[in-house]
Nanobody
């Protein structure tokens, strides 16, 4: 069973920083791209940032210049460094991939983590 496990969430004051991690575990061949999404209460889930195994990066407009994504392919882990946090960044942050391959040459699958809560408040 493949798992994407997020960690690093918590309560932080406005202007503060957090670093989220998402570790992939289980039996799989490859994960070629991983994304971070977030969902605030009453709002749709939105893309925060994403990164491919070749380090191609995409960022959501609302976090450009404040958040950065990186990955450690050897550890099957993706990170989200969040700086200059604002109350509107409060949300559950999810790790996601739509490029999970269970076997070489096989189809790709979409997979979600369970999410980690980030609360920005004074």
């Amino acid at each position: 069973q493949v798992q994407l496990v997020e960690s690093g969430g918590g309560l932080v004051q406005p202007g503060g920083s957090l670093r989220l991690s998402c570790a992939a575990s289980g039996s799989f061949f490859s994960i070629d791209a991983m994304d971070w999404y977030r969902q605030a209460p009453g709002k749709q889930r939105e893309l925060v940032a994403g990164i491919t195994s070749g380090d191609t990066i995409k960022n959501g407009d609302s976090v450009k210049g404040r958040f950065s994504v990186s990955r450690d392919n050897a550890k099957n882990t993706v990170y989200l460094q969040m700086n200059s946090l604002k109350p509107e960044d409060t949300a559950v942050y999810f790790c996601h991939t739509d490029r999970l391959r269970l076997v070489a040459g096989g189809p790709t699958y979409s997979w979600w983590g369970q999410g980690t809560q980030v609360t920005v408040s004074s």
